[in-house]
């Protein structure tokens, strides 16, 4: 019996600009990963605006997406989200380190992101990438029922400090 032909077989897993097109995808992805989504819209001034939108793909499987904006010497993390089947599985880590990469590329020193105080996976993973938090934003984020949730402010240096 062969080994080899017992293994499922590989599945190239890659990065493709977000688009349009491809936005039904995205706005599913988010709707389930999210008690609240960012709606169509929102995707759509992003890509209008020239952000930096990818998409992680394995074959047809959407497995997450970020989307970045370019300011002066940094990058500001919109949204990061995997796909509730993929998560726990390191794909949070490999956008950020593409994300950190392109920014770099860009001349960015730092990256910012904001995370919901209560998302404490999503807080663990980007301490786990260098991330620190610098701040807090009140009552950034809806919550639901009329209330408002803090956020969590943090950054990357993309570049070491003289």
Not at 130 to 155: K, L
Request: overall charge negative.
């Amino acid at each position: 019996m062969d080994r080899m032909s017992d293994q499922p077989h590989a599945v190239e897993v890659r990065f493709e600009p977000m688009t349009e097109s491809r936005l039904e995808a995205v706005v599913a992805v988010e709707g389930q990963a999210h008690a609240h989504p960012w709606q169509r819209q929102h995707f759509l001034d992003c890509l209008a605006s020239g952000y930096q939108a990818q998409m992680l793909l394995a074959g047809d499987a959407l497995l997450g997406y970020f989307i970045g904006m370019k300011g002066y010497e940094e990058v500001h993390l919109l949204n990061i989200t995997v796909a509730p089947a993929y998560q726990q599985q390191g794909w949070a880590r490999v956008m950020l380190d593409a994300l950190a990469l392109w920014a770099r590329g860009q001349g960015a020193q730092c990256l910012w992101l904001e995370a919901r105080t209560g998302n404490t996976r999503a807080i663990h993973v980007y301490k786990a990438q260098g991330f620190c938090t610098v701040g807090t934003r009140r009552a950034y984020y809806p919550a639901g029922n009329g209330q408002r949730e803090d956020a969590v402010v943090m950054s990357l240096q993309l570049v070491a400090a003289d």
